[in-house]
């Protein structure tokens, strides 16, 4: 096995010290930390993420598979840096005002960071005005999540804010969460929904049109 | 306007038994409920009993005094219930971390709580050493106080949670996840020691008289699968439940259990059924199994219970929630093994109004 598919599987099984020590074997041989993120890291995530809508992976298989690649980033990071690698888009993701729960919105965070995506993660209960000061300073999607009926209106409240502020045209947002349907989310002008962590990566690439 | 209590209830517990096993058509629609919020209970006791509602707002590590039973029980017979159910209290339990927010609810007293997900009371061996295993022992006054005011023809129903307490207090579901590969034996540990608690609770009041059954809540699932990987659960969940059947059934009663979250792709749904022998299934989701389907596919090897659906319940205008909850007992009454109730609980945030719509579709309908 080469090094890079190496790195690979042990992102994909949560291997966070095999991930560490493949990552710096790999850039001694003299691997760009570009190609060891593209071609190994963000493709492990990617097939941990098809993994969980298979239901084949879990939960606690998907946190320790993202557990694993952010230890490989850490090292890369200053190098990708230097070498100018972009993100694919910057998303910021928060669970909504009045609501709490923070599992669902962190496994989106780092699928999306898993796909190559800068995520800014704004925590949670997240009122309408900090999602506006992300569209203004740039953020391209707005994503937020729920996870009862009673919090499901203050998404509804994010997108009107954003069209307060003017900024609606700017950002693409997308919702979800367990009581949130394709239906509520064209009810209240959302660009998109998708159902889990995995599939929200490919919706998010749909909105910005990337492949 | 509809009046949601009865001048003169007749609770029969042994009719609901009956209609849930299957030997005995239905004569009515019988009602179930896991667990109402203090909020709609007190709305109700004040608005339509005309009496104080005296709140009782700790948490499960505290026994609530008798009053309290007093009212619930009271509550759950004049709205018609045959059962009322009774949650198992764990003082001297350490106070899990909570965070608290804005409470959106219609009915809101106070903040709404949140379980701390990223890590629970136990986060190391040392913790589990520290953990207060032996200061918690099975508690029967609430069973004992709710039995002193139950009308005749009415039982209780008990539970407490194992998996959900764990998840949500013990580790933390990010904690549990983490653990289960940086120190499985620990989370063995865990699971073995709560186990072994929620047994002795089990077994301390089974076989109290007007004990009817054990209504066991464990969410093992969540939208698009089981909450960790199904052979976990196999292995560290349903063996215990399994002991919690067996227990109720050797004293010749009812073990019915609630789960969220679709537990129907891999098949957990059938390990509950074939060999941990539930009576009963209870909560639906339409998204995930709408539990018209739900009876469908499995009605005749197990009772269905509940299943209106959360969101329709607070979301959804009169008219389409009446014909919802019409096209439910119409497909559902038929053959027995169906009693109506929401689809979790009765949450304070469902408009009032709406779940006395639940109330007065049971009551009305087939008449
Ligand atoms: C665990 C759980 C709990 C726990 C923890 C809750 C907490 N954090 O405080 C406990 C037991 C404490 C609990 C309590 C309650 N619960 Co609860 N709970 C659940 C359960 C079983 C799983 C939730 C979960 O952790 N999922 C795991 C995470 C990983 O999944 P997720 O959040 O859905 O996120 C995934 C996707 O939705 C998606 N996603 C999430 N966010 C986003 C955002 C974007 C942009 C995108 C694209 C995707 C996306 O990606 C994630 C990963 O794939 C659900 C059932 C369900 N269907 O989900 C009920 C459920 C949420 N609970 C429910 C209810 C009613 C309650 C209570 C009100 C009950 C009561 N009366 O007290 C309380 C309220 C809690 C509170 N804080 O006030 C109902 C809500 C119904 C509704 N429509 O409003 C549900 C749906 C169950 C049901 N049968 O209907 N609950």
Known sequence: MGILEEINDAVIYGKRKDVVAGVEKALIEGYDAGVILHQSMIPAMTEVGLRFERNEFFVPEMLIAARAMQAGIDILRPLLVEGGVEPLGTVAVG????????????????????????????????????????????????????????????????????EAAGVRGQVKVMVGGAPVTQTYADEIGADGYSPDASSATRLAKQLLNIE | MFDPVLPHPQPDFEALLAVLKGTRQPERVHFIELSMDGEIMQALTERYLGEDWFEW????????????????????????????????????HPRPAYRSGENTAALASGQRNWTEEGSGLITSWEDFEHFPWDDLQPDPRPVEYATRYLPDGM?????????????????????LSYLMYDEPELVDAVFEHWGRKVLAYYEAVIGMERVGGIFHADDMGFKTSTLIAPDALRRLVLPWHKRFAALAHEHGKIFCIHSDGNLYKQGIIDDLIDDVRIDGFHAFEEIIMPVTQFNAEYGHRVATLGGIDMDRLVRW????????????????????????????TVANYIPLENYLILLEEGRRWGS
């Open chain 2, 317 to 344: 205008p009169e008219p389409a929630l009446r014909q919802y909850i019409r096209a439910v007992l119409d497909k559902n009454m038929p053959g027995g093994r169906y009693a109506l109730g929401s689809g979790n």
């Open chain 1, 95 to 162: 669970t909504v005002q009045g609501d709490l729960h923070d599992i669902g919105k962190n496994l989106v965070a780092l699928m999306l960071e898993g796909a190559g995506f800068e995520v800014r993660d704004l925590g949670v209960n997240v009122s309408p005005d900090h999602y506006v000061a992300a569209a203004q300073e740039g953020v391209q999607i707005i994503g937020l999540s729920a996870l009862l009926t009673t919090t499901m209106p203050a998404m509804k409240a994010v997108i009107d804010a954003l």
């Open chain 2, 155 to 175: 039982m209780l129903t008990v539970n407490t949670t194992y998996f959900e307490h764990i998840f949500e207090n013990l580790l933390g579901f990010e904690g």
């Open chain 2, 57 to 92: 707002g700790q948490g499960f590590e505290f026994t609530p005094p008798e009053p309290y039973f007093k009212q619930v029980v009271n509550l759950y017979y004049r709205l018609g219930f045959d059962h009322a159910p009774v949650w198992a209290t764990w003082p001297n």
